[in-house]
């Protein structure tokens, strides 16, 4: 009876590291869009249009696959989950707004997620991405605007909430194994939120 050779046994728990920490960082997004798609306490007309097509969009990207290439799953989901941090910003629930540290605590571990699910990601070597690149020139702009004195604290917070939340969805359509799954079917449902709610 052959043993398992040292390097699988020292590879397996990095893999169950890794499934558990996507799927903890997949509940912490799914409580963000669902979250902030429910809970924000107003939704402008102008969101809401622009959520309905974001989500005929993404439903024709899921549903057809790659027949439908063009529509780029990840740039949808980054105007969605930016569209509700900016809700969220400018119209959080009485809940944040009495107790902001919720917000902080959730971004902490929403970081602390990303970081683990990358640390132990196995057979991936690090790469460098277009969000990188696009962190990078958020950063320079921010630090151009703060000298400027152009660059208020909500400016700031938000900045930073998109860079944790960009990266989060970073991690989660990498680790994706099917279109439909707890991260897609939560920006859909955040989606369809969004948009009934700013048409009534």
Do not use: C
């Not at 398992?4 to 960082?25: E, N, Y």
């Not at 439908?68 to 990840?74: A, E, G, P, Y």
């Not at 640390?119 to 460098?128: G, I, K, L, P, Q």
């Amino acid at each position: 009876m052959r043993r398992p050779s040292i390097s699988r046994l020292k590879r397996a728990p990095s893999r169950r590291s890794t499934r558990s920490d996507v799927a903890a960082g997949l509940r912490l997004l799914a409580v963000f869009l669902l979250g902030g798609a429910l809970f924000s306490t107003q939704i402008p007309r102008d969101v809401s249009v622009a959520a309905a097509v974001l989500f005929l969009l993404l439903s024709l990207r899921l549903i057809a696959g790659y027949r439908f290439w063009f529509l780029f799953l990840r740039l949808i989901v980054f105007i969605a989950v930016a569209s509700i941090a900016y809700l969220l910003e400018l119209y959080p629930p009485a809940l944040l707004q009495t107790h902001g540290e919720l917000a902080y605590f959730y971004y902490l571990l929403l970081a602390i997620g990303i970081v683990l699910a990358i640390r132990y990601s196995s057979e991936r070597n690090f790469e460098v991405t277009p969000l990188d690149y696009l962190v990078v020139l958020i950063v320079i702009a921010l630090a151009l605007l703060s000298e400027g004195g152009y660059a208020n604290p909500s400016l700031v917070r938000l900045v930073v909430q998109l860079i944790v939340l960009f990266y989060a969805a970073e991690v989660a359509i990498k680790h994706m194994q099917s279109r439909w799954n707890v991260f897609t079917s939560s920006v859909l449902g955040a989606l369809a939120i969004l948009s009934v709610r700013g048409m009534l």
